[in-house]
């Protein structure tokens, strides 16, 4: 018999469809707090820094998951009204970033020819809508999976960046350690809120494990090119 159709056979729920648990309201809103101040300064460092290195301070990769991933709980799928309104201003900064990595997002992939480069830039945002979207369907506009999922991908995805490119440009050491608090914050909270879930702590421990790594990895270039590891933003 599938596990599954054994936790139904035993009378447990799935634990997807686990009802949250409710912990300390002051616990749970400095997590909040966390996540999203830090994830808010992250956007605007990483756009400032693109802006001055002329790079894209956010992966490729993750930014199509990004977008897609603001763009469905900002105006497909209901959030309550707090989310929604970090939702609004995130998918603002996205935007910028889109920008950004159309005008510098080539310089990563030098030997695409720019059409090439557009055409396979605009196939990543509709892959990453489409997915932000098939995936909370299925789970019933849970946003958490996605959400969790994306964060632990752009944790890799940063490092790949930065063994890609070869250099520290569009990144700062500010960006990797507020990446790794808020990461922890927002994964912390949501095993807070659905304990029976398991993916959650996996996540939680690759997520945390790839941004040290990123950290390490990006000070040592640092110091391999003779710039300040704590430069300004």
């Known amino acids: 018999m599938p596990q599954w159709e054994v936790l139904l056979a035993a009378g447990d729920p799935v634990p997807a469809l686990a009802p949250k648990h409710e912990i300390d309201l002051t616990v749970q809103t400095i997590l909040q707090l966390v996540f999203a101040v830090g ?36 105006w497909v799928f209901p959030v309550d009204r707090a989310n929604w309104t970090i939702n609004v201003f995130w998918f603002g900064i996205d935007l910028v970033i889109v920008y950004q990595a159309i005008r510098f997002g080539r310089r990563d992939f030098p030997g695409i020819p720019p059409a090439v480069y557009r055409w ?21 506009g849970d946003f958490l999976y996605p959400a969790l999922l994306l964060d ?12 890609r490119r070869g250099s520290t440009a569009g990144q700062t050491m500010y960006i990797a350690v507020l990446k790794l608090v808020a990461n922890a914050a927002a994964t912390v909270l949501a095993i807070a809120n659905y ?3 398991l993916l959650f702590p996996v996540l939680f421990a690759t997520t945390v494990v790839l941004d040290i790594l990123y950290i390490v990895m990006l000070h040592r270039a640092f110091v391999k090119e003779g710039r300040p590891v704590w430069r300004t933003v």
């Open 39 to 74: 994830w808010s300064a992250i956007y605007l460092m990483a756009i400032r820094r693109g802006f001055k290195d002329g790079r894209l301070g956010i992966p490729l990769l993750a930014l199509a998951g990004n977008i897609g991933w603001e763009t469905m709980f900002t």
């Open 195 to 197: 304990p029976d879930r």
């Open 152 to 163: 632990c991908f752009l944790s890799y995805a940063f490092i790949w960046m930065l063994l």
């Open 120 to 140: 396979s830039v605009a196939g990543l945002f509709a892959f990453g809508f489409g997915f932000m979207y098939a995936l909370p369907h299925d789970l019933g």
